[in-house]
């Protein structure tokens, strides 16, 4: 099968591309026009993939892209919290969505996958496992969940309007890698490296390695029933025992006290403060501690039946440190302190970078540019 | 009983300009082509226009043609607001004749650059130096008796280093050294008719009239008798003491008197050390500098920032001639270095991305070390091999089936205060890959808090690396041996001995790379430390093939000084506070070094610290003024700069270091 992949340079689009590859499907990357980005092939896990350059928002693109495949996994969206995105988030997800599900159709494409979220299920204050029947309530809810709920309907409407079967994919929080932006998922992971109270919080989630993710998403693809949910979710784990799991993989203490929600919020509004000053992107969301103490669990008995399968959380964990210790999301002095598990550096594989010449095996540091005014004869 | 050493030194007495020629026709020395004159042009205290007139007529009458007296636009300069070098010449008289009515070219020595023509191992190989003065058939330098307050006095060797620009990052001490061992002056003059003395002479003059000459075929002959004339041990200056170690004593002898000049009197010890403390950092000793005295003559305005500190410090200085008066200057200049110091050790736990890099020299000479000595180093270091080999791993308990070959084991023991240790990580990449990648023969620069250093590939005997059969059980495993030499400068270890004065790591050592076809090996032994900082520091770093990856094993023998403010504590006396401090160093160090072989390998960016200050950056008070500016601003102030509050038009009309005029825009 020919697959086109949204969203390939993200870390569950990349994932779903090295799934397909594995399944020995033809994969076409659909990335958006970058005018530094040359050539026709995109680097995706270690694969040159072919790539189509086409944005969310003009269907004539992709159309054109999507040409002679015969299906399409719609991955792309964008995952933040804050008031500050939410424009975007809506837009991107929702209407980039409808536009693409068009285009697909356009192309005469026959099956679409579009990646929306766990949290279209709600959530509980209860340690309940929800299913693909429950759906988000009253509880407080991102504009991010928002969307995702919007997503999913804009989704289903226009897979019905145009009569292309769509079926979504409902990852729950996805750790790993690999990843060029941080995502509030691996960011749960980074907060508690950051936090030198080591604190917990009530509640919990249900956390899913991305490589099981990306498999679960080509499952769908082949097996999965047009019009349906499916959860892709791994094991539940109170926040206390995620942060057991970063802690003992990481080499760290703690978890020490579980603090109120209030206090995460507090704590949210002072890093959206401070990343309001220094201009960069906070690490956590006054939206994002508004969903303390409920409890994100899900069974995914429904993907399982197609043969879905995810990894203990201990392995996502690994994955997510892994990933982590190599991104500049963690400081070096934090990174210094961190005493890694065996089962994290397991947890990604090497890749060789390109052979450079001779010259450049081990390079010496490299010296400042000469600023001096200099001139030859 | 009078030497018999040949006369190197004349120290004339009593005289004007005109024992110039007598002096040097002492010296034995003959010239008749190109010469160079470099003098010194720095204001305030530029050598004085009659001796650099008189050399040029004596260099005319040798048969020298053509004449140019020139030097190299500094920091220094451009930061007290001068911007040419013709235009310093001319403020010192020099207007390319002499009252003779011989011409000479006024130069800037900076403008026409080379590679520098220095071996591998000199500070300024892969830099550049004034085509002039490398190319001079004679080449002369002029400076004049001052004191200074960072160095005691400066004379030949600091006007020396206006042969070439400024290396970003390098101590001026090692290319002073390195010019005067590759692009050596053949005479050095010292103008001390009018000796300037007191705390910072160089910066606020003080003329006395001493009525001395001192002339050299070896400047640094010349520094030791114009120390000697100042009343100053000549090792209180770091460009003198530097050469020194690098070059060791000036061969020759001295004739005149060296005692100490009438009424000449330099900087109380105590002010000098906590200057030299803070101008450790290049960006302070560059405000300090060009805050001391001034302005100077024809000078361009100085920023408002420096204007006020200017205003602060040199009455500072000026009252430290006093003899208890330098004791507000050294509490000042001591407390600003003790934040420096702070903001180091910050720096060195938490910011590795803010430490400077460096760039020094070899540091030692390879060449004294015979070939034996390079070939038997895995020999030296197999007592240590066979002592670790009997200790057990440490490995974190409970691993799962498949991943106890992945943790980073270490295990260790003492001897005789040293820690001999081994740690090793399996590195999932296959070998031949991962040696394609990381070069063991870098390894040392591969490793954790590296700050920078040289490494020289030594030429066989026979003119290249050599093969031989290596340690193959079969006898057929060719192994090739490559000799090199290697100084490496590290961040203090254990990172937090910065706060306590922690000098980094500075260790001068010779290695033999071996290559076979299922193991690379470097092997390594520390012949010097330049700054005392290491006692032991010998190792091995070793790449091999297993059956699917790459073992890489680091053993190590080191014993590093600890600062002065742990000499009181005997930490082999608490082994319950000293094993794990002890371990969790080694364990931090070597992780990220594990880590950064990795990170090699998959060709990510790993190292730490900057580029070193670039030379022609501005001077910290115009970034600090641009700040305060915006500051206002930000405050609500009318868009009206600093300058203008202040009443001094200085940012209007600043120039920087290329001569473009900025000004800022309404916003």
């Known amino acids: ?377 | 009983m009078p030497s018999r050493d040949p006369l190197a030194c004349v120290v004339v007495r009593g005289g004007d300009v005109a024992a110039l020629g007598p002096a040097i026709a002492r010296l034995g020395a003959s010239w008749d082509s190109q010469a160079v004159v470099l003098a010194r042009l720095s204001q305030p205290t530029p050598v004085s226009a009659p001796v650099v007139h008189a050399l040029v007529d004596l260099l005319h009458d040798a048969g020298c043609a053509p004449v140019s007296v020139g030097s190299t636009l500094h920091s220094y300069d451009r930061d007290r607001g001068h911007l040419s070098v013709t235009d310093l010449a001319r403020r010192a008289g020099l207007l390319g004749r002499t009252p003779r009515g011989r011409s000479y070219d006024v130069v800037d020595l900076g403008v026409e650059l080379l590679d520098a023509p220095v071996p591998e191992a000199s500070v300024l190989s892969g830099q550049q130096v004034s085509r002039l003065w490398a190319a001079a058939g004679v080449r002369v330098v002029v400076g004049r008796a001052v004191t200074d307050l960072v160095h005691g006095y400066a004379a030949c060797l600091a006007t020396l280093l206006g042969a070439a620009p400024e290396v970003a990052g390098a101590n001026p001490a090692d290319v002073a050294a390195d010019l005067l061992a590759h692009l050596p002056p053949a005479l050095a003059v010292v103008d001390a008719l009018s000796a300037s003395v007191g705390p910072d002479g160089g910066r606020l003059p003080q003329p006395i009239d001493s009525r001395a000459l001192v002339v050299a075929t070896d400047a640094l002959a010349a520094d030791s008798a114009c120390a000697a004339l100042l009343g100053v041990d000549r090792s209180a200056s770091l460009l003198v003491e530097r050469s020194l170690r690098a070059l060791g004593a000036p061969s020759g002898r001295t004739e005149g008197r060296l005692s100490t000049l009438e009424g000449a009197h330099s900087a109380h010890p105590l002010a000098r050390s906590a200057a030299r403390s803070l101008a450790a950092e290049p960006r302070l000793a560059r405000v300090l500098s060009a805050a001391t005295g001034g302005p100077d003559d024809g000078a361009q305005p100085a920023d408002p920032v420096l204007s006020t500190v200017r205003a602060l410090l040199t009455p500072l200085v000026v009252a430290a001639d006093d003899p208890a008066g330098h004791l507000p200057l050294t509490t000042v200049l001591g407390g600003v270095a003790s934040l420096r110091q702070g903001t180091v050790a910050w720096a060195t736990g938490a910011d590795k991305a803010t430490v400077d890099r460096r760039e020094v020299p070899l540091g030692f000479d390879p060449a004294a070390y015979p070939d034996a000595e390079f070939d038997g180093l895995p020999e030296f270091f197999a007592p240590f091999d066979e002592l670790l080999a009997g200790l057990p791993v440490g490995l974190p308990d409970g691993l799962p089936d498949g991943l106890s070959d992945t943790g980073d084991g270490m295990r260790w023991r003492l001897v005789d205060g040293a820690t001999v240790f081994e740690v090793s990580r399996h590195i999932r990449a296959d070998f031949d890959a991962f040696v394609a990648r990381v070069d063991v023969g870098a390894g040392i620069s591969l490793m954790a808090d590296y700050l920078g250093g040289r490494r020289v590939i030594l030429a066989d005997q026979s003119g290249g690396s050599t093969t031989t059969d290596g340690p193959g059980e079969s006898g057929k495993d060719a192994v090739t041996r490559t000799r090199q030499a290697e100084r490496n400068l590290y961040l203090p270890q254990p990172n937090y001995l910065a706060a306590w004065g922690g000098e980094p790591i500075d260790v001068c050592k010779i290695e033999l790379v071996e290559r076979g076809a299922d193991w690379h090996r470097l092997t390594w032994r520390t012949v010097s430390s330049p700054n005392g900082s290491a006692e032991f520091d010998d190792g091995s770093l070793t790449f091999t093939r297993t059956d699917s990856w790459t073992r890489a094993v680091v053993r190590g023998r080191q014993l590093f000084a600890l600062p002065t403010a742990w000499a009181g504590i005997d930490l082999a006396a608490l082994p319950e506070l000293r094993n794990p401090l002890l371990e969790e160093a080694y364990r931090r160090f070597f992780t990220t070094t594990f880590d950064n072989l990795e990170a090699c390998f998959e060709g990510r960016e790993f190292r730490i610290g900057r580029p070193p200050m670039d030379p022609t950056e501005p001077l910290l008070t115009q970034s600090l003024d641009l700040l305060l500016g915006a500051v206002t601003q930000g405050l609500g102030d009318p868009p009206e700069s600093a300058a203008r509050r202040s009443g001094d038009s200085a940012v209007d009309s600043a120039v920087d270091a290329h001569g473009f005029r900025h000004v800022r825009g309404a916003r």
């Open chain 1, 1 to 377: 099968m020919k697959i086109a992949v949204t969203g390939a340079t993200g870390m569950v689009g990349g994932q779903v591309v090295s799934a397909a590859l594995a399944a020995g499907h033809e994969v076409v990357a659909i990335a958006r026009p970058d005018p530094e980005r040359r050539g026709n092939t995109l680097r995706v896990g270690g694969h040159d993939v072919p790539r189509a350059a086409a944005a969310l928002t003009d269907t004539a693109s992709l159309t054109r892209a999507l040409r002679g495949c015969d299906g399409l996994i719609h991955c792309a969206a964008v995952y933040a919290f804050g008031a500050a995105r939410a424009a975007e988030v809506d837009q991107v997800n929702t209407d980039g969505t409808r536009a693409v599900i068009e285009a697909a159709a356009a192309a005469e494409v026959s099956r679409v996958v579009v990646t929306t979220s766990s949290v279209t299920c709600g959530s509980s204050l209860l340690p309940r496992a929800r299913s693909e029947d429950d759906h988000l309530g009253v509880e407080p809810a991102p504009a991010y969940y928002a969307s995702k709920v919007a997503q999913e309907e804009v989704a289903l409407e226009t897979g019905q309007r145009h009569g292309i079967p769509v079926v979504l994919a409902l990852p729950t929080v996805v750790l790993g890698g690999p990843f060029i932006r941080l995502a509030p998922s691996n960011a749960i992971v980074l907060r508690y490296l950051l936090d030198p109270t080591r604190s917990t919080f009530a509640g919990g989630c249900n956390v899913v390695d991305a490589r099981d993710v990306g498999a679960g998403h080509i499952a769908l693809l082949e097996h999965g029933s047009p019009g349906e949910r499916y959860l892709l979710g791994g094991e539940d784990l109170s926040w206390r025992m995620l942060h057991s799991l970063v802690a003992d993989l990481a080499g760290l203490p703690g978890p020490f006290a579980e603090m109120p929600a209030a206090s995460a919020w507090a704590l949210s509004a002072a890093a959206e403060w401070w990343a309001g000053l220094s201009d960069s992107t906070p690490l956590t969301t006054r939206e994002e501690a508004s969903t303390v103490g409920r409890f994100y669990w899900y069974t995914s008995a429904r993907a399982h039946d197609l043969g879905y399968a995810a990894r203990p959380a201990r392995a996502a964990v690994a994955a997510s440190l892994a990933w982590l210790a190599v991104s500049p999301d963690l400081p070096r002095w934090a990174r210094e302190g961190l005493r890694l598990h065996p089962e994290v550096r397991a947890a990604r594989d090497l890749v060789g970078a390109p052979l450079a010449a001779a010259d450049d095996l081990s390079p010496r540091p490299r010296r400042s540019p000469p600023a001096w005014p200099r001139r030859r004869r």
